[in-house]
C-alpha cells in the first residue's frame, strides 16, 4: 500500500457519503448547461432565423412625392430601373453589394403539374445577399447566367416539392410563361423570420435578362443593397436617397418617395430583446449557480468537518500536513471532476437529443427556438471556474484549518 | 527522557478559564513505568495530552530528550509522535474507515518505511496482539478490547521508545484488561518507557511508580 493507495481505499469505503454530494454536482452541471444551452440556443436561432431573409440588407422600393419638388407637383410615382443599380454602386462607396429584383406571379410548371408562384429576376450578389444557400448538388444564379441571360432557374424546396416531389430537380426542365427553363439549383431549408412575398421556400429565382424576357416591365420592383460595415446602414440609406431624389427629381427627405426596408435596424431592436432574454437566463443562471454552489458547499463543508476527529487521529499517530492536505484535495477534486463530468455528459446527450428533432422550416415556430440548444465554451469554463474554487475551498478549507491546530482540538470534534 | 517544568494549561471558554494543569514539574526517566493517577478532572489526559505532543502547555518548559517542544515545528511534532511516541487512547481512535491492517500500517506509511519491511512489521504486531486472523475487519466490527489490541499495535508500529496510554483499560472488561496490561509489561521489560493513566490500583500496582494529580498538581 501506499500513500496514494490508502487515499483510494478510504474514499472507497466512504462512497456512499461522498454520493450525494456527487449526485449534487452532477443534477448542478446538468442544470445550469442545459439553461445555458437553451438561452445561447435561442440567441443563435433569431440571429440565423433574421439572416434568413438577410444579413445586413436594405432593400429600396419606389414610391409616390408627397413633397412638391422645384415647382413639380407631389404625388409624382417615382419607380426604380435597373440602371439605377450601377448609378448607386459608382457613387456610393459604402456599398458592398447591390442587386435590382423584379416579380411577378406567374405560372410554373414542370412534370405535368402546373402551379402558380411568384417568380423573381435577379443577379448572383442576390443570393449572398438574402442567404440563397442550395442544397448539395445545385447552385444560385451565377455572374456568367446573369450576364448570357441563360434560361436557368433555382427555385424554393416547397416548390420543387410541389412540382417534382421527391426527386432532384437539378437539371429538369420547368416552364415558365410558356419559355423553358433548367434548374440549376434549389434552396436549402432553412428558418426565415421575415419576408415579402411569403417564404423563400415558395420562390423562383431566374437571371435578370432572362427575366426580362417573360416580364417586359422596365421598372424593377426594389434593390438590394448590402453595406461593408452593417454601422453604415443609415448613412447609406441617407446617400441612396439623395442620389435618387436628385436622380428623380425629389426631396430626399420625402419619406413617401422612395421607401427602405432597412433590416440592420430592425435586427437591431430585435438583437436588444434577445439580448434582454440573454442577460435575464445568464441571471436565472448565475442565481441556480449560486443555490447550488452553497448547497454543493454545504455538504463538502459539512463533511470535511464529519472528518476533522480522522484528522486529529491522522496527526495524532504522525501524518504531516502535507499528507492531511492532499488527501483532501485530491478527493475533493476527484468528487468534483466526477460530479461534473457526468452532468456535462449528461447535458452534452440531452442537448445532441433535443437537436435531432425535425424543425418544420414551411411554418415557422416556437419550436425553432427551442429545439436548437447548444454549448458555449464560455459557458462551460466560466460554470466549471466558479464552481470549482467554491468547492476546493469547501472541501479544504476544513483540513488545512485542522491541519494547523493542535491534533487534540481535532480529536476533540465530535 | 521527560522534563516537565512548571507546566500550566488553562483552557479558556468564552469568558470563563480554568486552569487545568497549574505548575506541573515531572521528571520520567528513560525505561521507566510510570502511573499517573487522581480523581476526575484532576488533568490527568490534559497532562498525557502534552507529554505526547497532542498538546501544548499554556506556560511551562517540555523537554523531550534534549529537545525543547515548543521550538518545535508542525511537521517536527508529527515525526516526534510518529518515532518517538506511541499513544493508547482510551476510546481507541482508529480510523473507522480503515482496517485493522491499515491502521496499524499507516504510521508507517506516514514514515515513508518500504512496503516489505511494513508488511512484516503489520504481520508481526498482528501475531503479538493476537488479531492477525481479524487483519481486514473495520474497528466497528471489532469489540472493544479488540479494537484496543489493534489500537496498540499501531502505537508500537514504528517501535517507538515512549508508550502513553491514557486510560487503557478503562472501556475494557477485567479479562481484556489484564491482557492490554500483560503487553504493556511485557513492553517496559524490553526497554521502553510507559506512562499510564490509570483509575485502577490494581492497575496500577503493574508501574513501578505513581505520580497522583489533585486539581492540575502533582500531590505525591
Ligand atoms: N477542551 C477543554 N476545554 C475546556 N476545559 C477542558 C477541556 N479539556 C479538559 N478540560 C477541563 O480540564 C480539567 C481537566 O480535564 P482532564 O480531561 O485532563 O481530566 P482527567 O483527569 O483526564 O479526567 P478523567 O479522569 O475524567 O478523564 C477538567 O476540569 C476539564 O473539564
Ligand atoms: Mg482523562
Known amino acids: 500500500m501506499t500513500l496514494p493507495r490508502f487515499f483510494w481505499s478510504e474514499y472507497r469505503k466512504r462512497r456512499k457519503r461522498a454520493a450525494l454530494i456527487t449526485f449534487a454536482l452532477f443534477w448542478g452541471t446538468l442544470s445550469i448547461l442545459l439553461l445555458m444551452a437553451f438561452g445561447q440556443g435561442m440567441t443563435t436561432q433569431f440571429q440565423v432565423s433574421f439572416s434568413g431573409l438577410g444579413q445586413t440588407l436594405i432593400m429600396v422600393y419606389g414610391g409616390q412625392t408627397s413633397l412638391p419638388f422645384e415647382g413639380l407637383p407631389k404625388g409624382r410615382p417615382i419607380s426604380l430601373y435597373p440602371e439605377d443599380v450601377d448609378y448607386l454602386k459608382d457613387r456610393v462607396p459604402e456599398i458592398l453589394r447591390i442587386a435590382p429584383e423584379s416579380y411577378n406571379f406567374l405560372q410554373?410548371?414542370?412534370?405535368?403539374?402546373?402551379?402558380?408562384?411568384?417568380?423573381?429576376?435577379?443577379?448572383?450578389?442576390?443570393?449572398?445577399?438574402?442567404?440563397?444557400?442550395?442544397?448539395?448538388?445545385?447552385?444560385?444564379?451565377?455572374?456568367?447566367d446573369v450576364a448570357q441571360g441563360r434560361k436557368v432557374a433555382f427555385i424554393g424546396w416547397k416548390v420543387a416539392a410541389d412540382l417534382f416531389g421527391s426527386a432532384d430537380p437539378v437539371g429538369k426542365p420547368i416552364v415558365i410563361n410558356r419559355i423553358p427553363f433548367t434548374v440549376i439549383g434549389v434552396l436549402q431549408k432553412k428558418i426565415q423570420d421575415s419576408m415579402y412575398n411569403g417564404p423563400d421556400a415558395e420562390q423562383v429565382y431566374l437571371p435578370f435578362h432572362a427575366y426580362q424576357q417573360i416580364d417586359n416591365r422596365r421598372r424593377i420592383n426594389q434593390i438590394h443593397i448590402q453595406p461593408r460595415e452593417a454601422s453604415q446602414s443609415k448613412i447609406v440609406e441617407a446617400r441612396v436617397r439623395t442620389l435618387l431624389g436628385r436622380k428623380y427629381r425629389f426631396v430626399p427627405d420625402d419619406r413617401y418617395a422612395t421607401s427602405f426596408w432597412n433590416t440592420i435596424e430592425d435586427a437591431k431592436q430585435g438583437q436588444a430583446i434577445f439580448k434582454g432574454i440573454e442577460i435575464f437566463l445568464g441571471l436565472i443562471g448565475a442565481l441556480t449557480l449560486l443555490i447550488g454552489a452553497v448547497g454543493v458547499t454545504n455538504l463538502m463543508y459539512a463533511v470535511a468537518k464529519e472528518r476533522t476527529k480522522e484528522i486529529g487521529v491522522k496527526l495524532a499517530i504522525g501524518a504531516r500536513?502535507?499528507?492531511?492536505?492532499?488527501?483532501?484535495?485530491?478527493?475533493?477534486?476527484?468528487?468534483?471532476?466526477?460530479?461534473?463530468?457526468?452532468?456535462?455528459?449528461?447535458?452534452?446527450?440531452?442537448?445532441?437529443?433535443?437537436?435531432?428533432?425535425?424543425?418544420?422550416?414551411?411554418?415557422?415556430?416556437?419550436?425553432?427556438?427551442?429545439?436548437?440548444?447548444?454549448?458555449?465554451?464560455?459557458?462551460?469554463?466560466?460554470?466549471?471556474?466558479?464552481?470549482?474554487v467554491l468547492c476546493f475551498l469547501s472541501g479544504i478549507f476544513p483540513a488545512l484549518r485542522a491541519s494547523r491546530a493542535n491534533p487534540i482540538e481535532s480529536l476533540r470534534y465530535e | 527522557m521527560i522534563e516537565l517544568q512548571d507546566i500550566t494549561k488553562v483552557y479558556r471558554t468564552g469568558s470563563q478559564s480554568l486552569e487545568a494543569l497549574r505548575g506541573i514539574s515531572v521528571k520520567i526517566g528513560k525505561g521507566e513505568f510510570i502511573s499517573i493517577m487522581g480523581p476526575s478532572g484532576s488533568g490527568k489526559s490534559t497532562l498525557m495530552n502534552i507529554i505526547g505532543c497532542l498538546d501544548t502547555p499554556t506556560a511551562g518548559e517540555y523537554v523531550l530528550d534534549s529537545d525543547k517542544v515548543a521550538g518545535l515545528t508542525f511537521d517536527q511534532l508529527a515525526a516526534v509522535r510518529n518515532r518517538k511516541i506511541g499513544f493508547v487512547f482510551q476510546n481507541f481512535n482508529l480510523l473507522p474507515y480503515a482496517t485493522a491492517w491499515e491502521n496499524i500500517e499507516l504510521p508507517m506509511l506516514f514514515d515513508g518505511k518500504n512496503g516489505r519491511r511494513r508488511r512484516e512489521r503489520v504481520t508481526e504486531l498482528l501475531n503479538a496482539v493476537g488479531l492477525y486472523e481479524w487483519r481486514g475487519h473495520r474497528p466497528s466490527e471489532l469489540s472493544g478490547g479488540q479494537q484496543q489490541r489493534i489500537a496498540l499495535a499501531r502505537a508500537l508500529a514504528n517501535d517507538p521508545p515512549i508508550l502513553l496510554a491514557d486510560e487503557p483499560t478503562g472501556n475494557l472488561d477485567s479479562k481484556s484488561g489484564e491482557e492490554i496490561m500483560a503487553i504493556l509489561t511485557d513492553l517496559w521489560r524490553e526497554g521502553r518507557t510507559i506512562v499510564m493513566v490509570t483509575h485502577n490500583d490494581h492497575i496500577a500496582a503493574h508501574s513501578e511508580r505513581t505520580i497522583r494529580l489533585f486539581d492540575g498538581q502533582v500531590v505525591a
Open chain 1, 108 to 144: 410554373v410548371s414542370a412534370n405535368g403539374k402546373e402551379i402558380n408562384r411568384t417568380v423573381h429576376g435577379t443577379t448572383a450578389e442576390f443570393g449572398l445577399m438574402r442567404t440563397q444557400v442550395p442544397r448539395m448538388g445545385g447552385r444560385f444564379l451565377n455572374a456568367a
Open chain 1, 321 to 388: 500536513r502535507r499528507v492531511i492536505i492532499q488527501q483532501f484535495f485530491l478527493e475533493t477534486v476527484f468528487v468534483f471532476a466526477k460530479g461534473t463530468f457526468w452532468g456535462f455528459i449528461t447535458a452534452f446527450n440531452v442537448v445532441h437529443i433535443i437537436r435531432l428533432a425535425p424543425i418544420n422550416y414551411d411554418s415557422f415556430g416556437i419550436e425553432a427556438y427551442l429545439l436548437r440548444p447548444e454549448f458555449s465554451l464560455q459557458i462551460f469554463v466560466a460554470y466549471t471556474a466558479i464552481l470549482g
